[in-house]
């Protein structure tokens, strides 16, 4: 996979991003766009985990899926903000409709629509850890 590491700055170095994603193959996905960027990848493979790993370990920036089995992304979102608000968390959603749209606006700091377009998710992730 060819990706265009000059839109990286070197502030992405060392980062801890939590992958929610029940979806392993998305999950491998993720990882190799990020391979290279020496950030520390953890995945979380419902909302319930990640939770649970958020309230144990410093992360920077959560992926978060939004269709999880056993506690789904809105949820998960809305107990991680109530810890700590100001963590960027990003909306992973094959679903651009109405009613998602509303969810995301509402709880996620932005999204990534599936398919996932691998500039537009490394800008996205660049913005978020570097405002």
Same mark, same amino acid.
């Given at each position: 996979?060819?990706? +265009?590491?000059?839109? #990286? ?16 193959? @998305? ?12 950030? @520390?990848?953890?995945?979380?493979? @419902? ?8 309230? @144990?370990? !410093? ?9 999880? !089995?056993?506690? /789904? ?8 903000? #109530?810890? +700590? ?29 599936? !398919? ?13 850890? /570097?405002?």
């Amino acid at each position: 996979m060819t990706v +265009n590491k000059s839109i #990286q700055p070197n502030l992405l170095l060392k980062k801890t991003i939590l992958i929610a994603e029940d979806e392993y193959m @998305n999950f491998e996905l993720l990882s190799e766009i990020l391979d290279g960027f020496n950030v @520390n990848l953890i995945h979380a493979a @419902n909302g319930k985990i990640a939770v649970e790993i958020f309230k @144990n370990t !410093p992360i920077d920036l959560i992926l978060m899926d939004i269709k999880m !089995p056993e506690m /789904n992304g809105v949820t998960a979102t809305k107990l991680i903000k #109530q810890i +700590n608000n100001k963590i960027p968390i990003v909306a992973l959603t094959a679903h651009n409709d109405t009613k998602t749209n509303i969810l995301i606006k509402q709880f996620f700091d932005t999204v990534i629509f599936k !398919p996932i377009d691998i500039e537009l998710t490394l800008k996205t992730i660049n913005s978020l850890l /570097n405002d």
